[in-house]
């Protein structure tokens, strides 16, 4: 019996999968929706207790701006809203990241000097990078707002600056 080219691929993809070993890093490069000057990178790393998240973004208006992780791989969308909804996989409601009932995706905020330059870094016990509740293929986005970290389901955090699908950094 001879597999169908797609069938192939998908078995060669499942028993690769399960040799793979756990990913120790990966990159969110983000990219300026339409109208928007805002870049930067969010490099997330697996650690005890969780995952590093380091956050480096430029172009921003000063103060603080709402910085999620979005259920879909797809930043093609003019306003970034390919992306979807944050990333829930435990089905809880919106919050901040240290509080015990949240998304996944809900990073908090990220505060930007005079410059329009950010930075934040934090171990986050909440996140995963491998496994059903993993982040890897997600996208990150940043927000023109703050994150109040209650209003449902969006922390009220407006419009969508730049988006970055995450992917896996090759090992060093």
Excluded: W
Excluded at 30 to 40: E, F, I, K, M, Y
């Amino acid at each position: 019996m001879m597999l169908a080219p797609v069938a192939l691929f998908t078995l060669i993809a499942a028993v690769t999968a399960g040799a793979a070993t756990q990913t120790t890093r990966a990159v969110a490069n983000l990219v300026a929706t339409r109208g928007s000057s805002v870049s930067g990178r969010v490099t997330l790393a697996r650690a005890a207790g969780g995952v590093n998240v380091t956050a480096e973004i430029q172009g921003l208006s000063q103060g603080a701006h709402g910085l999620h992780i979005h259920e879909f791989g797809d930043c093609s969308a003019p306003d970034g809203s390919s992306a979807g909804g944050h990333f829930n996989p435990t089905s809880e409601p919106h919050g901040g990241p240290s509080d015990e009932h949240r998304h996944a995706g809900d990073l908090g905020n990220i505060v930007a000097d005079k410059q329009g330059n950010a930075r934040l870094e934090y171990l986050d016990g909440r996140l995963a990078l491998d496994g059903p509740a993993g982040v890897l293929g997600r996208a990150v986005v940043i927000h023109a707002n703050p994150d109040d970290l209650k209003t449902q389901p969006t922390g009220n955090s407006g419009a969508r600056l730049a988006c970055g699908v995450i992917g896996v950094v090759r090992s060093e």
